[in-house]
């Protein structure tokens, strides 16, 4: 059986497939429309179905949309509706007669349009470069769900995590109505316990916060998160005023009034001061203050050992540390794809255990390589038309030694991965022992200062490297650098001593894990610089053409394109070379 889950109501959509409690690929759709975060700013344009993904889901599977059995939309519209219910849709929530109190989007008749109208849109709407393989499916055989979103976020956090038995909280802006989620895990089952309702919802107030700084306000969040760390939270009892916890796992947010209670807003592109540093570090304070109190809530009210997360706000790795260390939990479990793309991971898996009635588990996701892969007979073929220097490596002993020698290298392998962190797949890879190749790669990327580079470690080593740190691959928790090894790496290390950790084991991903035993042999630390391949405003490389025309225009030293190596004095070479003895000159690089 088939089932594929599809994110498309906000942002980041996405599409994943899964068979028989096994996911057999999962992409976001900004990959291949190269629009970061897969819309255009809002009124999301809840129509644009992720086509690309969905598309890329089948291939990897080999099969065509006529042999789905179920689509799994992240999203339960008729909990909008008035007096409206749906014999399909898969909830745990009876829906609610009237639409929530306070809903104040100009755009909802609308987006609810867009979306009651998505099996419309999957059927008739696919563009036509796609059309063979998203050919219409008979109505009788695909068996279309809405699920609730708060329920595909839980079930995203807890169905494919390492628990059979959990508490599962999610975190994030808004669904239909809730904005916070509480709910207990037990094999294949979601019990919901609580939820909170818009509009109080913490992931809007760090939102409209990001956007008080100066910075996107539904995209950016991340930049705050890293500003905090400059700062001091001289506006903590401010931002205390925002949030009031009701000690049985509510909370409301009060008129937020930024100007009035952290001065005027910075416009885009102004200097930084140490007021926007303080301004950072007092809510994310606060955002961590208040998640550990929930969490301490739903500990007492669960009496579980362990803890799953979701949401778009599980994905502020200092707030998931901290919980870590000094939350009521045992162990946290968070997927790489947290945020609104996860949805289709959890609508998928939620819908196949329940269509199949199977209480095993039969799936624990221990990488994130779900994306499209390419053989090293299609990159040979493209570098080969491209006409450029390259040679195949029988290890990566040379590329070690390149990033010794303090070259920084895009590194292309496997499957690309499924959610916004590099892990390996799509990135760019440095050496930490030089003090200065923070800002080499910020420039590179055309990033801003403020911003940190997070470190890749062998997992067996990690804790003489970070404190507490054991396993952590999906790069969502942050760390306390070992006092000791401060030194020895200090452009992996954050201005408040942390670092944002990936580990890796040979079972996860072969290639990286024998990269970085090959820079331990040459240097004594089992330590790199993993940052995401891209520059600015262009999402991750899909393909290894982008890996090929991101080289070209940016100062990157060298390129691994699967088992070949480019080297750029070396590409330029090759090409003068060409352009010499050959009637035929040798083609742009883009």
Known sequence: MYTLGINAAFHDSSACLVQDGRVVAAAEEERFTRIKHAKRPMPFSAYELPYHAIDCCLALAGIGIDDVDHVAYAFAP??????????????????????????????????????????????????????????????????????????????????????????????????????????????????????????????????????????LHASDEYKVMALASYGEPRYLAAARELVALDGDGGYRIAPLRLTERFGPPRRRGEPLVQRHFDVARSVQELLEETVLALAEWLHRRTGLRNLCLAGGVALNCVMNGRLLREGPFEQMWVQPAAGDAGTA???????????????????????????????????EALLAGARVGYRRLRSFEPVAELLAQDRIVGWFQRGMEFGPRALGARSILASPLA???????????????????????????????????????????????????????????????????????????????????????????PVLINTSFNTRGEPIVCTPREALQCFASSPLDALVLGPFLLEKRKVFYERARIGRHSHVQAPALA
């Open 78 to 215: 008729h909990q909008l509706l008035r007096g409206h219910r749906d014999p399909v849709v898969t909830l745990p929530l009876e829906p609610s007669a009237d639409p929530p109190a306070g809903w104040e989007s100009p755009w909802q008749p609308l987006f609810l349009s867009y979306v009651l109208n998505a099996p419309r849109h999957l059927r008739d709407g696919v563009p036509h470069h796609l059309q063979e393989r998203l050919r219409q499916a008979e109505p009788a055989r695909l068996r279309w769900h809405f699920v609730d979103h708060h329920l595909a976020h839980e079930a995203s956090a807890f169905l494919p995590s390492p628990f059979l038995e959990a508490a599962v909280m999610t975190l994030d802006g808004r669904g239909e109505r809730a904005t916070t989620s509480y709910a207990i895990g037990r094999g294949n089952r979601l019990q919901r316990i609580g939820q909170v309702d818009f509009p109080h919802s913490l992931g809007l107030l760090y939102e409209r916060v990001t956007e008080h700084l100066g910075f």
């Open 345 to 379: 991971l959890g609508a998928a898996l939620w819908v196949d255990a329940h269509e199949r009635r199977d209480p095993a588990r039969h799936y624990a996701m221990e990488h994130a390589y779900l994306g499209p892969a390419y053989a090293p007979g299609e990159i």
């Open 435 to 525: 003090r200065g190749m923070q800002a080499r790669l910020n420039e590179l990327k055309d990033r801003e200062d403020f911003r940190p580079v997070a470190p890749v470690v062998l997992e067996e080593e990690a804790g003489e490297w970070f404190v507490g740190c054991r396993s952590s691959p999906f790069m969502l928790f942050t760390y306390p650098v070992a006092p000791a090894r401060r030194a020895r790496i200090p452009s992996a290390v954050h201005v408040d001593g942390s670092a944002r950790v990936q580990t890796i084991s040979r079972r996860q991903h072969p290639e990286y894990y024998d990269l970085l035993q090959a820079f331990r042999a040459r240097t004594g630390v």
